[in-house]
């Protein structure tokens, strides 16, 4: 499927900010861990989540939706298989500590690096076995044992990895015994599924330092929870009305508290917002100026914030730095922004101060970007989610028609976009 894009529109009005993706995938695995139904509201109608219901479907989960609310329940694990599903996302390796609670064995598929990077799943696989986990890799799927069930340990991730994080607070919240988790991730989302859990039955406590610590009780319940409002989405939004200097979008349900950094950002460029008490309005202006960014772990600059702002920045007077210290490969989509008008040089240098796994192994991931440049319409393929989204935004502020190929790939993560853009004014066409 495609987008046909007639750019230079005014944008304004107001969006509503769906449920989360990254705490709604996450939320659904969890309800695996008990037979209770557990209602999610907020939630958002998603490639990403119609991948994860395959998944929970696949396993013994009785799923309906209507609206925005989800009800899940999975009375029985029917298989401790994850058989090959039809489209793939990140989360089968999340189902391994549920399945392996309520069965004592699990099999997912081994899932290769994608367009941002090798993403390894080593730290996972380290914090399960930690956890008493017999973890082997089998042709195309891990399998993995516990047949007398996991047991709480000490366990310090050598990297502060969101999915490492989930997969171990979901593996232990029904081990034997007590499990520390040292250098956690603290992103919302996982605080978010920290709440939902102990709503659900489970004792857990976040300490600072970006320590959680986890006592393991014996069964969970059923819940009803809300989602967080998606601060990527929110992002993107922000970006497209900053971008263009006619443009002023209210961005409904933008949580200030989940997006300071950002904020900071948009200030220090000389972006105007006004944070109200539904949401965060953002208003375009003229003489946005360059700055630096360096992407991080929470409560840093989150790399998913990183390709709408490099769009902002094509538009700022001067000369803005990216060091991009997150996924080693999150720089693709250049090449088509600088097709459009763009002038971005990619280094694989640290440009930075941040310390940086990527130091000195050849990665490109840092941007120079000189600005302000006009853009101009193009016809391109979507690389991946958010850059998909950036490659949209672009358009959007671009002047002339562009033609956004492989839309799918944006679909897993904005719901109705093509709708919600056309209530701000855009021309936007799905064929
Ligand atoms: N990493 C390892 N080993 C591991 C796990 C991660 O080396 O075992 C590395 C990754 O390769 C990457 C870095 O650590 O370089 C960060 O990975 P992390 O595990 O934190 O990310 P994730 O859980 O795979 C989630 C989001 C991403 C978001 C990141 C960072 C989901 C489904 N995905 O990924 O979102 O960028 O956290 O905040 O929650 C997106 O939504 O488009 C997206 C990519």
Redesign the pocket.
């Known amino acids: 499927m495609k987008f046909i894009v007639n750019g230079g529109k005014k944008l304004e009005g107001e969006i509503e900010v769906r449920g989360s993706?990254?705490?709604a995938?996450?939320m659904m695995v969890a309800s695996l861990l008990t037979d209770e139904e557990c209602i999610l509201e907020n939630f958002p109608q998603i490639g990403?989540t119609e991948i994860t219901r395959e998944l929970c479907e696949s396993i013994g989960s009785e799923i309906k939706s209507e609206g925005h609310t989800l009800s899940i329940r999975t009375p029985k694990i029917t298989s401790f298989r994850v058989t090959e599903l039809s489209r793939r996302?990140?989360?089968p390796i999340l189902a391994l500590g549920p399945i392996l609670a309520r069965e004592g064995k699990a099999e997912v598929p081994i899932l290769g690096?994608d367009k941002?990077?090798?993403?390894?799943?080593?730290?996972?696989?380290?914090s399960l076995r930690a956890l008493g986990a017999k973890i082997e890799a089998n042709g195309n799927y891990y399998y993995a044992e516990a047949p007398n069930g996991l047991r709480g340990a000490k366990i310090h991730l050598?990297?502060?990895?969101?999915?490492?994080?989930?997969n171990t607070i979901l593996s232990a919240v029904l081990a034997k015994g007590q499990t520390l988790i040292e250098n956690s991730?603290v992103?919302p989302?996982v605080i978010e599924l920290i709440l939902m859990l102990q709503k659900m039955g489970a004792i857990i406590e976040t300490g600072s330092d970006r320590k959680i610590f986890i006592e393991g009780v014996s069964r969970l319940n059923g819940v009803s929870h809300d989602i967080l409002p998606d601060r990527?989405e929110a992002a993107s939004f922000a970006c497209l009305a900053l971008a263009h200097p006619k443009n002023k979008i209210k961005v409904r349900n933008a949580r200030q508290k989940d997006m300071i950094t950002f904020l900071n950002s948009v200030r220090r460029i000389g972006g105007e917002y006004r944070v109200e008490n539904d949401g965060i309005t953002f208003i375009g202006a003229n003489g946005l100026s360059a700055n630096n960014i360096e992407t991080d772990?929470?409560p840093g600059f989150?790399?998913?914030w990183q390709q709408p702002f490099v769009i902002l920045l094509t538009q700022a007077k001067g000369t803005s730095i990216i060091h991009e210290t997150?996924?080693?490969d999150r720089f693709g989509y250049i090449e088509d922004l600088n097709l459009m008008g763009a002038n971005i040089k990619v280094f694989s240098k640290c440009l930075g101060e941040l310390p940086c796994?990527f130091n000195g192994n050849g990665e490109p991931h840092s941007a120079v970007i000189s600005g302000p440049t006009p853009l101009s319409g193009r016809n391109f393929k979507v690389r991946?989610?958010?850059a998909g989204m950036a490659h949209l935004i672009a358009t959007l502020i671009a002047d002339g028609e562009s033609i956004i190929d492989g839309i799918e790939e944006i679909d897993?993560?904005y719901e109705d976009i093509d709708g919600r853009l056309k209530s701000l004014g855009a021309n936007i066409e799905r064929k």
Do not use: W
């Open positions: 993706k990254n705490a995938t996450k990403d996302n990140r989360i690096g941002i990077g090798p993403r390894p799943v080593d730290i996972h696989l380290e050598r990297y502060p990895s969101v999915g490492a994080t989930e991730a992103e989302e990527n772990t929470h989150m790399t998913d997150v996924y080693e796994r991946d989610l958010r897993r993560g």
